[in-house]
T-cell receptor, first 111, second 116 residues
Framework: GENVEQHPSTLSVQEGDSAVIKCTYS??????FPWYKQELGKRPQLIID?????GEKKDQRIAVTLNKTAKHFSLHITETQPEDSAVYFC??????????FGTGTRLTVIP | SAVISQKPSRDICQRGTSLTIQCQVD?????MFWYRQQPGQSLTLIAT?????????ESGFVIDKFPISRPNLTFSTLTVSNMSPEDSSIYLC?????????????FGPGTRLTVT
């Protein structure tokens, strides 16, 4: 089955700094690469996604980059704010049309 | 976008009993899913709930333990059978926009289950 890893598992940054979370996957046929944010006690919500025919996508302070050759994609958050504090999950969809959530990254933004 | 709800929001159950969790979407959706999220952990897919046919279970999950119903395109249930403390977890349902798994998933608020 698909092997999905996220790094780092925890990340603390000062407010205003940038944060980068990396997700590596094993199935070269994966074709959809989303990132979900889960605040404490809440449900996961999609914050950005990218498809395999695109290398980068940006939405205000959030961006996702994809390197299909190396089989990884990354979440970039700029100008971090305390409300960005949450657990972030990648969830690549494999060529077999399965979805695996990564192990999660707990981001803490220090005011 | 569609609204998704779950009932109950939480429950405390005795070991050996069963609990049925309901998931309701306010519009018709093709694909619905059930996940388990243990405290401090990631989400693990239990099964895909298929309308009009049996659910498709992931490795490590079986129908006898987690029977699923999908009677129509707006509703699904997950039963956690013969519960043990190891079943204590949050159970979430979800659906995908676009009708395939390669689209955004919308999650229900979750059911927090504690088994004593």
């Amino acid at each position: 089955g698909e092997n999905v890893e996220q790094h780092p598992s925890t990340l603390s940054v000062q407010e205003g700094d940038s944060a980068v979370i990396k997700c590596t996957y094993s199935d070269s046929a994966s074709n959809y690469f989303p990132w979900y944010k889960q605040e404490l006690g809440k449900r996961p919500q999609l914050i950005i996604d990218i498809r395999s025919n695109v290398g980068e996508k940006k939405d205000q302070r959030i961006a996702v980059t994809l390197n299909k050759t190396a089989k990884h994609f990354s979440l970039h958050i700029t100008e971090t704010q305390p409300e960005d504090s949450a657990v972030y999950f990648c969830a690549p969809v494999t060529g077999a049309n399965n979805l695996f959530f990564g192990t999660g990254t707990r981001l803490t933004v220090i005011p | 976008s569609a609204v998704i709800s779950q009932k109950p929001s939480r429950d405390i159950c005795q070991r050996g009993t069963s609990l049925t969790i309901q998931c309701q979407v306010d519009s018709q959706v093709t694909m619905m899913f059930w996940y388990r999220q243990q405290p401090g952990q990631s989400l693990t897919l239990i099964a895909t709930a298929n309308q009009g046919s049996e659910a498709t279970y992931e490795s490590g999950f079986v129908i006898d333990k987690f029977p699923i119903s999908r009677p129509n395109l707006t509703f699904s249930t997950l039963t956690v059978s013969n519960m043990s403390p190891e079943d204590s977890s949050i159970y979430l349902c979800s659906f995908t926009a676009g009708g395939t798994i390669s689209y955004e998933q919308y999650f229900g608020p979750g059911t927090r289950l504690t088994v004593t």
